[in-house]
């Protein structure tokens, strides 16, 4: 096909609140490098890497905002967010197969590969380079992983960020068929993936979340339910779970690693309930226990959550479907937690 001039897309100006969000309908349509495909965006989930890197939430530096981003790097504006996206592949550089074209695809969030050239640390999409909340993106061939499934682009939208991670934190921490894994946050994106991709391994799941959604968590392949304020060693008892996958941090984290048994591994992607926790070094040692901070993906991970969703094993979860241009209510929908699952844009 030829591809347009310009492309409508939502562009991020600066770090700030939701005005710092504006739609453009002026955007240059990216031309590929010698390794790139240009996909046409047919849908873009919503996460908390989006709001996180348009408020600096992931800053440590007392206001400043020059570690900003996921990869501790300072951000370029403006930038098209979105790290969630199913599209197929339109156009494609030099060295890439003309096979492709027309291929449906997802892309993998964590970019090892982009402008030529192997990044260290990985870029994320939407964040380090442009992503998904346009009508046209960019990437390295190598990110754009071939789909063929039944399921609809909006399905398929809400599984590349929350499931890789949510694969990524159950790789790390190598969880067992028969094993018990506790995962808290557990009706998020990440949290309610989790579930699935422990369930598909044959582990038995215990969740935290709220009474009003353990019933759609049990139907995800959860065993036990418990409510947030549990108090998880009396619920549960001192050294009882193999694998915590923790999404959540907060006040309550050292109940986290009582009820980890004696070799126990802990596994983290998220502090919805608040980054600084207090540690009783004791408890890590003597109790032989192993931490697992996972932000870049395992080599391996994607793909084996592509046949994951080929072969049916997971399902999607899609909470509420928004156009592009209500990317504002979409993402105070996403902010106000009250639902199960993902919430996508509609793209194109």
């Known amino acids: 096909m030829t591809l347009p001039e310009t492309m409508r ?6 770090h700030g609140g939701p005005e710092m969000l504006g739609m453009r309908v002026d955007l240059p349509v990216p031309a590929p490098g010698p390794n790139d495909v240009i996909v046409r965006v047919r849908a873009a989930g919503v996460n908390n890497t989006d709001i996180n890197t348009r408020t600096a939430w992931y800053s440590k530096g007392d206001g400043e905002d020059a570690d900003a981003t996921w990869s501790g790097k300072p951000l370029t504006f403006p930038r098209i967010q979105g790290a969630d996206v199913c599209g197929e592949i339109v156009a494609v550089g030099s060295d890439v197969a003309t096979s492709r074209i027309g291929t449906r695809v997802l892309i993998e969030p ?4 982009a402008d030529g050239a192997t990044q260290s640390p990985p870029w994320y999409f939407g964040s380090e380079c442009n992503g998904g909340f346009a009508q046209f993106t960019r990437v390295d061939s190598r990110h754009a992983y071939t789909i ?19 694969e990524n934190m159950l790789t790390r921490a190598n969880l067992q068929a ?9 009706s998020g994106g990440v949290g309610s993936a989790t579930v699935q991709l422990a369930r598909a391994r044959g582990a038995k799941v215990i ?7 353990m019933d759609t968590l049990k139907d995800l ?5 418990l409510p947030r304020d549990a108090d998880l060693v009396a619920a549960l008892g001192a050294n009882s779970i193999d694998v915590v996958v923790d999404l959540v941090a907060g006040p309550a984290w050292p109940s986290l690693l009582d009820v980890l048994r004696r070799g126990g591994r802990y596994a983290v992607a998220g502090a919805i309930g ?40 997971i399902k999607p979860l899609v909470a509420e479907v928004f156009s592009l241009d209500e990317i504002t209510a979409a993402q105070d929908a996403f902010a ?9 844009l509609k793209v194109d």
């Not at 964590?110 to 590969?113: D, L, Q």
């Not at 063929?148 to 949510?166: I, R, V």
């Not at 969740?207 to 959604?213: H, I, L, M, R, Y």
């Open 336 to 344: 106000a937690k009250g639902y199960t699952g993902k919430i996508v």
């Open 274 to 313: 608040g980054p600084l926790v207090e540690l009783d070094v004791r408890t890590l040692y003597l109790k032989d226990l192993s931490f697992f901070g996972c932000t870049v993906l395992e080599p391996e991970v994607f793909g084996n959550l592509i046949g994951r969703i080929e072969r049916s094993e």
């Open 207 to 213: 969740a935290v979340t709220s009474p009003a959604k």
């Open 178 to 186: 028969g094993e018990t894994v506790l995962v808290t946050g557990a």
């Open 221 to 225: 392949g959860a065993e036990l339910t």
């Open 9 to 14: 897309g939502v562009v991020l100006t600066g």
């Open 110 to 113: 964590c970019i090892r590969f």
């Open 148 to 166: 063929n499934s039944d399921l609809t682009d909006t399905e398929l939208a809400s599984f590349p960020c929350s499931y890789s991670t949510a």
